[in-house]
DNA sequence: TGCTTTTGCGCAATCGATTGCATTGAACGT
DNA sequence: ACGTTCAATGCAATCGATTGCGCAAAAGCA
């Protein structure tokens, strides 16, 4: 690699010290220097094609303008629009990310922990963290500006961006209950993690206040947020001989297994039994009968996550609201029939 | 943030100087110390929860251990797997990466590989390079280890690993050959890219092989690999006037916009026409009809040339295959009808 | 004009880790 | 027993940028 220019180099260029340089190229500190001086100076960096070493000014400073953004799961189609949210903040500062997947792994996510703080990221967004996450909570302890987005760390500090949940399940639950349902499943998320513990609370509480009465195995919890898991929880719900009608879900990824399972019963979506998911991931409008759905608001989260992070990080005595809640939408489609 | 602990600290807690330390924690250089003293210094490092400055040792070894991911748009769901890939080599190896979108705007790719290279990127392996991208050529001449995936820099001695898009599309068009199509029309990719371009050429070779003799206007060329663009090209290719029974599209996004635009017009996929993508993007086989595409190893692809890079990093002497073609795969799904 | 204040810039330490060279002490050979 | 060799560790420079302090010259003041 050829060499790049630094600062030493511009000094010799134009005569002076290399603290003048710096100081002519700070624009910040440009303060008490001759404008003469340093126009020649800002000239000749132009000229010489100077590029700031940040590793050099990251170890002196210690601010290397890196945040670290912790994903479960990079494939998986929720996160990406989150990434572009944060960068859409972050880039047009002057931050760079590093990202990592944790793949759901309270192990990896310690070692990708270790991995961001050697690297001494100025901040941590995190989108993958468990209800309860000692090791994070300690970081943030620590000091490091952290915030988490679409999930967060309950009995902590940590601010968080999430989705109305409590809103988005009882909008649904409404929904159906308007088109006639009564008999109502619930496949839910796994209960290690905030959106599916949170959206199964959500489910209980709205059921109790329409006066539902369901049965206890109406709910059937899932361990992973995917297709095989909510195939796997609707065979447990047909298996238990309860005549339901529909299964909101929490999340796509859920009911488009349990449509397909359903299927393969013999059953169809939605003349058989009415299925909703949650988060309205790309695609669906595309694949039958298309699922009723909730929007949620990912490139808001993650660009509003990047804003809250930013804050903490140049401002350490702002004030930073706990909980960013943003507003969902119910997407009407085909997966719900209207029964009498 | 709590001051991490340094060489400096564990060299006085363990009574040695800081360079002992140093070498007593290189699992290479631990030559010529008493096993007595480096053990004393690692038991010690690890109960101060020693973690070692990823900046310094960058700034002194000019290795950051850290690569550069240029990708498109990581919300293109094509791309993740790549990046995943990507990580699957380098993570194990001790590298970060940062992740950069350039959109597909040559300005922005620009300044974001200005900011790869002020963080001392120790290589870059670009998944959005132009066919012509005198910029990345120049960079990579400098010295700087670089790979791209997925597309390729033409006239350039820039490693790439590509899919094997002059057999993925001859296997097609001979599938719908074989299915009775005659008249086959292509909706081709930006020109600009040598995906876009590769694709229409093989497209053009594979018509001559088989002797198809097809109108001038049997081509409709694309912008953007999108769904706006199949449906633009796609009444293109009906403004003709042209009886075609199939379209070979360049990408799974291009098939679904020019099915939905086909629709439109009162046709439908497969019964009036037959259409084809490529790429094989998820859910795709949810979907009706069920695209019939050529499933390319996105993963393997991301893998592969993160294998590559790593020895150009390591090895600079070390020859690397100019370009490495991944072997496709049709995938037969329902949008393409036998016809007599 | 002589003294104080301000302005403009250089000096040198610093961030944490690495590494060529110097130094010390012990082992070795004759 | 004494010079030589080698093993084990210390010393100090270095990577590139930043920044508190200091110094000299210029400006301001009486």
Redesign the interface.
């Known amino acids: ?2 060499k ?1 220019v630094t600062l030493k180099d511009i000094a010799r260029e134009t005569g002076v010290h290399v603290s003048t340089v710096s100081r002519a190229l700070d624009p910040n500190a440009r303060t008490s220097l001759t404008t003469e001086v340093v126009e020649r100076i800002r000239t000749a960096a132009e000229r010489m094609g100077y ?6 000014s ?2 002196r400073t210690r601010r ?1 303008m ?1 945040v670290g953004l912790m994903l479960p ?3 998986n ?1 929720l996160f ?2 989150i ?2 949210g944060v ?1 859409s903040i972050l ?1 047009p500062k002057g931050y ?6 944790t793949d759901g792994d309270r192990e990896r996510e310690g070692k990708l922990v ?2 961001l ?4 990221v100025d901040g941590i967004i995190h989108a993958a963290p468990y209800r309860s996450d000692p090791r994070m909570v300690a970081v943030s302890r ?3 500006p952290m915030v988490t987005v679409n999930r967060q760390i309950e009995n902590s500090q940590i601010p968080a961006v999430i989705n109305d949940d409590a809103g988005g399940i009882a909008e649904m639950l409404h929904y159906l209950y308007d088109s006639g349902h009564r008999q109502i499943a619930h496949i839910a998320g796994p209960q290690t993690l905030s959106t599916g513990r949170g959206r199964m609370e959500a489910f209980k509480v709205a059921t109790r206040e329409l006066g539902l009465d369901l049965p206890e195995h109406a709910i059937a919890v899932s361990s992973h947020f995917d297709e095989d898991e909510g195939r796997r929880c609707t065979r447990e719900l047909l298996a238990t001989g309860w005549k339901f009608t529909a299964i909101l879900c929490a999340n796509d990824r859920l009911a ?1 297994g349990a449509i397909d399972e359903l299927h393969r019963h013999g059953l169809s979506c939605p003349d058989h039994v009415s299925v909703t998911g949650y988060n309205d991931i ?2 669906l409008d ?3 009968p298309g699922l009723t759905t909730i929007r949620i608001q990912q490139f808001d989260a993650g660009r509003m996550s990047a804003e809250l992070l930013v804050k903490m990080m140049t401002e350490p005595d702002a004030t930073i609201p706990r909980t960013t809640i943003l507003p969902v939408k119910l997407i009407e489609r085909g997966s719900v029939k209207r029964i009498t």
């Open positions: 690699m050829t790049p590029r700031p070493n940040r590793l050099a990251g170890l290397t890196t799961d990079i494939a189609t990406p629009p990434v572009r960068e880039e760079a990310s590093i990202i990592v997947n270790d991995v703080l050697q690297r001494g620590q000091g490091m488009l790309p695609f595309l694949i039958p």
